[in-house]
């Protein structure tokens, strides 16, 4: 065992590019992720290339000391929070090298590239992954996404981000890189050995590359929303949707949600910018005006149309493709609900990795997500248990502020995500303070620490899980936070093991996580 002294030593001596931080404002910064505290590391290893993230976890290994991959940092699920502490964090913001292959259409990126970055460089090319990132991609990591899984840009048509993967780089416990890439362009050459390192939350090893799909991206799209007054409806509309197979993205909301966090974002700087890019992004200016014109007259009223909104962006590989796949989704979709103005499909095409400004409430509230992947059978069931169980904490939610909105958006053809958006009143911890800046943050009602609310609504997240299980919920980016081992049967619970066993012996990769 090495002491920590000099284990500290040993590690800054293996990072000329990159840096070692043990200040303790960085470590405070670093134990939280957007909805908990976690703790301290001994310290944040932050590699600057492949070759020093291999040393980085060698040295932790021989050491006999935890480590912890964190990617973008926009976890909530206690994804890179180690309970006891002194860890070393290893932050992979550092590995941020590209290679786009456009012959053979492949992009490999390191683990650090966030989705907003790649997005750029592809789009000076024409080009786009099938996945093309999270809506926190101003942040988000490649090798997050991977480790987490994640949805949202390109799902309807592409799936999660493991799908658009074809091959991994990872450093294993030891130090040793293991690579899945057996044919440049195939995955699925025998067993597919990249399956297991998505979604794994980085307790099999440490993303080090990313290799990804290349598609020539299309220039041309159209934008639709649709209301509905119950969630039957827009259920079964959402689900002919998927079937369908129309639009690239979509994603649902409910009144509060719409009213609330994307109607603050919504405000009038944030539409200005988005007036602009649309723009400069639309192919025919004449186009550009007339939904600008639509826009304003619609005003906020999109937030304000139904009791559920769903929208969605179809793309074309012309104007009249587009158009042709929009008329085709407004008949599937007519019979459940009703087209309104589609400003904020807008929005998002316009600004697809908005800020990081709803990792709070609208009023400053705190906030975490809770998501479940429902079978269509199950979706209006758990709907109808969840309205049922808020009902029941009516009184209690709003005697301590506590407040919920939904989110959804499809997970393939067969699967139907269902986001719960958590608000309570309380103190921001560091992570917040500084991801967001003081000007935001100064713009927020502040509130003291408010440990009854705090405590209530862990436990209210805690019932919409185990709710969500009755119903046979799956999840992404399991963390610390949702069931994985009491779901796998017998035999697969002996294979996981032994697989952890064999690349991790010592248990030192991300300890805790998905129940290890």
Request: overall charge neutral.
């Amino acid at each position: 065992m090495t002491d920590t002294a000099t284990l500290k030593q040993q590690l800054a001596a293996a990072l000329p590019t990159g840096s070692l931080t043990d200040a303790a404002d960085r470590l405070a910064y670093m134990a939280n992720d957007v909805y908990r505290t976690g703790g301290v590391p001994l310290a944040v290893a932050r590699p600057g290339s492949v070759a020093e993230l291999q040393a980085v976890v060698a040295l932790c290994n021989d050491a006999g000391v935890a480590m912890v991959p964190r990617g973008g940092g926009a976890s909530y699920t206690d994804g890179y929070l180690y309970g006891p502490g002194g860890h070393v964090l290893i932050d992979t913001g550092a590995l941020t090298a590209m290679e786009i292959d456009e012959e053979n259409a492949v992009v490999t990126v390191e683990a650090g590239v966030t989705w907003k970055a790649l997005k750029e460089a592809l789009d000076a090319r024409g080009l786009r992954t099938p996945f093309w990132g999270p809506f926190s991609g101003i942040a988000a990591t490649i090798g997050g996404s991977v480790s987490q899984n994640s949805v949202s840009h390109g799902t309807a048509a592409h799936g999660i981000s493991a799908q658009s993967v074809l091959s991994i780089d990872v450093v294993l416990a030891n130090g040793e890189l293991l690579s899945t890439d057996m044919a440049t362009g195939m995955r699925h050459y025998g067993p597919d050995m990249a399956a297991l390192f998505t979604g794994d939350c980085g307790t099999l090893g440490v993303k080090a590359r990313i290799r990804l799909p290349l598609l020539r991206a299309m220039q041309h799209a159209e934008t639709l929303s649709f209301a509905f007054d119950d969630f039957a409806q827009c259920h079964a509309g959402v689900r002919q949707a998927q079937l369908a197979r129309l639009d690239d993205s979509h994603f649902g909301l409910d009144l509060a949600l719409s009213q609330g966090q994307i109607g603050r974002n919504e405000g009038m700087g944030a539409r200005l910018k988005i007036a602009a890019a649309i723009f400069k992004k639309s192919p025919s200016k004449i186009r550009a005006i007339k939904q600008l014109l639509k826009m304003a007259i619609a005003g906020e009223n999109p937030m304000r149309s139904g009791a559920y909104m769903c929208h969605f962006i179809v793309e074309g590989f012309d104007p009249a493709d587009a158009q042709h796949r929009a008329a085709r989704l407004r008949a599937i979709m007519e019979p459940y609900g009703r087209e309104i103005a589609n400003s904020i499909p807008e929005f998002v095409r316009s600004m697809p990795f908005a800020p990081l400004a709803n990792i709070l409430g609208p009023n400053g509230e705190r906030w975490v997500p809770i998501h479940g992947v429902l079978a269509h059978r199950n979706v209006v069931p758990f709907h109808n248990a969840y309205m049922a169980l808020l009902a029941t904490r009516k009184a209690d939610m709003e005697r301590l502020g506590v407040w919920t909105g939904t989110m959804f958006s499809p997970v393939g053809s067969s699967g139907f995500l269902y986001e719960i958006a958590l608000y309570w009143p309380d103190a921001r911890t560091p992570y917040h303070l500084e991801t967001l800046g003081p000007d935001w943050i100064a713009s927020l009602k502040d509130y003291p620490a408010n440990a009854e609310a705090k405590a209530y609504a862990n436990e209210l997240k805690e019932a919409v899980v185990a709710l969500m299980q009755e119903y046979g919920s799956g999840h992404f980016q399991l963390g610390r936070a949702y069931p994985y081992q009491p779901r796998l049967q017998a035999q697969a619970s002996n294979l996981i093991h032994k697989i952890k066993a064999e690349l991790d012996p010592k248990g030192l990769m991300n300890p805790g996580a998905l129940g290890f």
